[in-house]
């Protein structure tokens, strides 16, 4: 069974750090890329970080705007994990958060294969 199980999330204030991880099992996960999304009620998900299959420091990365210099997307094929490094967290940040795997390029936005539950990133103010 394909699983994808993000945990790290939680309450952080504003200027504070997390670290998401994704575990995943049940298929060949250094065959695929990596992208964490985010997602707020209301509005459209955003990608927010993806990798591609290479989780050497040469992967190929790609960050949506407003997370350049805050954000860092890694993975480790070994473990079978997938990171999002979260640093200077704001309130904007707040959302659900997904990590998500799709054969071919890493890119921003859907189509992705297989996808997570997601965990929540509360920031306060």
């Known amino acids: 069974e394909v699983q994808l199980v993000e945990s790290g999330g939680g309450l952080v204030q504003a200027g504070g750090s997390l670290r998401l991880s994704c575990a995943a099992s049940g298929f060949s996960f250094e065959d695929y890329a990596v992208g964490w999304f985010r997602h707020v009620p209301g509005k459209e998900r955003e990608g927010v970080a993806c990798?591609?299959?290479?989780?050497?420091?040469?992967?190929?990365?790609y960050y949506v705007d407003g997370v350049k210099g805050r954000f860092t997307i890694s993975r480790d094929n070994a473990k079978k994990m997938a990171y999002l490094q979260m640093k200077s967290l704001k309130p904007e940040d707040t959302a659900l958060y997904y990590c998500?795997?799709?054969?071919?390029?890493?890119?921003?936005?859907?189509?992705?294969?297989?996808w997570g539950q997601g965990t929540q990133v509360t920031v306060s103010s």
């Open positions: 990798m591609d299959s290479s989780d050497s420091s040469g992967g190929t990365t």
């Open positions: 998500a795997v799709r054969t071919g390029d890493a890119v921003l936005h859907p189509p992705y294969d297989y």
